[in-house]
């Protein structure tokens, strides 16, 4: 049993037995694009190695038809003695038959292939047709497969072909070369031609091209069909006839130049019958004109005054609406000039302007520092202020009637108001906290936030009994509702005179009353006495005022005598509503401080506050977050309560500006109200 397998590159032609089987017939082997003679090994049969004819599997059937296959041959399954063949066509490759003809130049070559005299084997494939100029050297022209015909033995290029690559090669460039029928190139790579042979009359291609490409639908599209746009065409052809033509003419014709001259003269005046319209390319006429210069300049010139003549309505329109356009051009320059005038003058004003205000912020901030040095001087020595100030206070000389002096003061108390069936009855101090914020809430219209934070502060500064001073409106509300809301009972009202008399100590001491509202706080010599008076008290003691300004020019030390709120942060509007009345029941559970926290705001050390008025706001703030359990808004309880009121009643607003740009931990709500007592520079 013979167990082999080949496989081979063969160049191979076809041939067709009396059965009408197609063989592949093996004339040479390739190797790196190199023909070579078929390898044959010292086998005694015709199989595997040694076939000269191959089964076609794949490719070309024609007869006569020469390619490149791959085959392999393999033990046949049923007599491995034999052989199994497929082949596969490679059309890639292009092999390059060389035939010799009888010829003496290449020109006769060519014109042998032009007039299919060529002889030749009807083989199928790119051929080199050549001649001998000298032993052992040959020049041709390739002429691909599809570019001519072989017919009784005889090729014959086609019309269509109007150029071929031209060769020179020797006899060492062919492989058998003994079998002038089969002779090839050796190899399938032919390479860049020597040069090239123009096939036919080039005038006459020129003109095939020109007239293939130009058709009637062209110059219809382009052009059109008028007589006098084929008067354009028939001077451009008396343009084009140059002298270069005349001689051609006497040539072909044998005639004299003046014969000649006459004859292209009657073409062109017979140019429209001879010459179709679909004979001359419209881009060629184009490239003739632009490429020769007098000739553009007279089509130029004869299309113009054409299109002038023919659009003289149209022109005549344009240059109206230019002549239009040009006025309205005219007056917009000159509003546009008028406009920058008054612009100018406008600038000018505004520089003005500017320039005053300049000044005049100028004067107001001289003015303004002014205003706070002398209310800083005033907080010093207020008897010095009012001594500077009294020369531009009215001055009365009228002296009071006799009888009774006015009342020093006056003091009503108010109880008895609400049936026990209106009044709540609170069982621990949460109670008493929800009832004052209830209350709070809805009859001053105090945001929530807001009104729980107020709540906690009162709370507790009454059950440390610190008396608190209520600047702003509704102090005297803010007062009754924490009577109400824990008494049952409204607050007690106390309005101060002009003239201080310290009974009042007394009969206030007297007095049912838990909260005592004051009024007019800085009458004569109140102040000086009466809140040290008052400390003695057990009662709680809300000071008012209505005008938080007012204060900016009291002695800081009064604050060591109440804490000061301002309750234009809180309240929303003026008292609507009826307030509910709530009390503490029998077995009340009060509230039971628990370990003082310190304040975390730094900037109550800025402030140079005394021992006592920091000891009871540090304790007062410490009940008032416990009592609202919220350890978020401990910086916002220490900033409304403390750092706020007491920056603005003494003038210290740099260092309220500096905790709302630089402390953290506080609501951007309290940062927006404490801001609008900041004053920008």
Known sequence: MIDNEVSFTSLCYITVDYEGRIWLNRLADVEDDILHTPFKSERTDNYFENRDRLYRNDGPTALGTVGIWEWTAIPNRDNPAIDYVQSYYVKDYSPVRVVVLMAKSLDEVVEQLQNGTARTQAYFCDTLFCYEPKRGQFAGV????????????????????YSLPSYTISSGDIYNWDDRNLRFLKTL????????????????????????????????????????????????????????????????LNCTLDQAKQTVDDFVNRADALIKVGDIDVNVLAEIAKNHDELRELCEKAVSVEWHNSHAAEIA????????????????????????????????????????????????????VAVRQKIADAQKDMAGFIADISVFLPQSNATLPYGNPPASWQYSSTSGQYSDEDIELAESWRNEYDAIYQNLSCALGIEPDFCSMLTAFLYATHI????????????????????????????GQLTLGDECDLSIVERISEADDSIVSVQNMFGKGWTDALPQKFTRLKKQIIWTH?????????????????LPVLSECFIGSLPALETWPSKRAEKFQPYVSEEKQSLRISAFKRLGLSKLLLGQLTRVLSDAKCILENPAKDKDLELLFGVLPLCVLTGRLDVLKDVIEGESGISSSVKAEVARYIEEE
């Open 142 to 161: 390739l002429c691909r497969a599809n570019e001519f015909n072989i017919s009784d033995r005889c090729a014959k290029l086609s019309e269509t072909v």
């Open 464 to 491: 440390n009994n610190v008396p608190t001073l209520i600047a702003g409106p509704g102090g005297q509300d803010i007062a009754e509702v924490l009577s109400v809301s824990m008494y049952a009972n409204g607050a």
């Open 546 to 562: 209505p005008y938080v300004e007012d204060m900016l020019i009291e002695p800081k030390g009064l604050y060591n005598y109440m």
């Open 189 to 252: 790579q032919v390479g860049e031609p020597s040069g090239y042979v123009s096939i036919g009359n080039t005038d006459e291609v020129i003109r095939t091209l020109i007239l293939e490409r130009t058709t009637w639908p062209l110059f219809k599209e382009c052009i059109g069909a008028t007589k006098a746009e084929w008067k354009h065409c028939k001077l451009l052809l008396e343009k084009i006839c140059g002298e270069s033509l005349y001689d051609a003419t006497v040539q072909k």
């Open 317 to 368: 329109k344009a240059e109206a609406e230019v002549s239009e356009m040009e006025e309205t051009i005219s007056i917009a320059k000159k509003q546009h000039s008028e406009l920058l005038a008054e612009i100018a003058t406008k600038q000018g004003e505004l520089d003005r302007l500017l320039a005053e205000i300049a000044q005049y912020e100028s004067i107001g901030k001289e003015t303004l």
